[in-house]
Nanobody
């Protein structure tokens, strides 16, 4: 069984920054490709960023490219999402997801394990 827990969400003003963290336990962290997704009220879940098992390859959605950066520290079993230049439209619950594969996928259905999410609210 894999446990996934996000942290680091909160309330921030537009233009501000936050760093989300995701801790995973239960199996070898480095065997998973990982991703961040988000879901705003009344909207479908949206892929935000993903990273390969070894961290060498990453992908960011166009909506966050240049503002968000995904990274991982396999020694610490932790995934990160550095968010800067935040906008009110970034307000959502952010979820961490893991998949037992090498490559990044943008489809939510490709991921095997999910955390409970952390709320990010950006005020204008």
């Amino acid at each position: 069984q894999v446990q996934v827990e996000e942290s680091g969400g909160g309330l921030v003003q537009a233009g501000g920054s936050l760093r989300l963290s995701c801790a995973a336990s239960g199996r070898t962290f480095s065997t998973y490709a990982m991703a961040w997704s988000r879901q705003a009220p009344g909207k479908a879940r949206e892929f935000v960023a993903g990273i390969s098992r070894n961290g060498e390859m990453s992908y960011h959605a166009d909506s966050v490219k240049g503002r968000f950066s995904i990274s991982r520290d396999n020694a610490k079993n932790t995934l990160y999402l550095q968010m800067s230049s935040l906008k009110p439209e970034d307000t959502a619950v952010y979820y961490c997801a893991l998949r037992t594969g090498t490559s990044v996928r943008t489809s939510s259905g490709a991921y095997d394990y999910w955390g409970q999410g952390t709320q990010v609210t950006v005020s204008s």
